[in-house]
C-alpha cells in the first residue's frame, strides 16, 4: 500500500501496483471533481473557478511528482538488487536459484520500468480533462 508520504512497497510488484492504484486517485476522479467545482457559465458567478482551476492544477502537478519520484525510487532499488544478483551469479553460474531469482527480480524491474509508461499516459490524460475544462479560468505557468 502506498504510505501518506508517498512511498511504495517496492519489494512484491502486487503491492506495488496497488500502491500506485491508491496515488491516482486524484487522477481516476479528475472528471468529477471539475464537475462538482468548477462552475459551469451559468453558475460562473458564484464559485471562484481561476482559483478552484489552481488549486486542482496544483494538487494534480503534486501527485504527478510524487508518483513519478515514488516509481523512479522503486526502479533505483530494483536496478540495485538486479546488479547484485547478477554479479552473485558470475561468481557461481551454477546455482539455479540465483538464476531463477535474478530472472525474478529482472521482470519485476521491466514491469516497474513500464509502469514510467502508464503513468505518462495517466497524467496525460488527466490534463487534458483539467484543460478542456479550466482553460478560460486558468493557464499554469510554463515550465
Known sequence: M????????CEDFSMFQEGLKVMRTID?????ALNTTVPTVSFSGK???TQTCKELY???MKAHLSRDKAIK???AQKSEV????REEREKDSDNLKLV???RKEQTNLKLMQSELNVEEVVNDRS???????CRIHYLPPKV
Open 100 to 102: 531463477k531469482q535474478l
Open 82 to 85: 538486479v546488479v547484485q544478483l
Open 2 to 9: 502506498a504510505a501518506p508520504d508517498g512511498t511504495l512497497n
Open 47 to 49: 464559485v471562484d473557478a
Open 58 to 60: 496544483e494538487s494534480l
Open 127 to 133: 490534463l487534458k480533462v483539467f484543460f478542456e475544462r
Open 73 to 75: 525510487a522503486c526502479i
Open 28 to 32: 481516476d476522479r479528475i472528471v468529477h
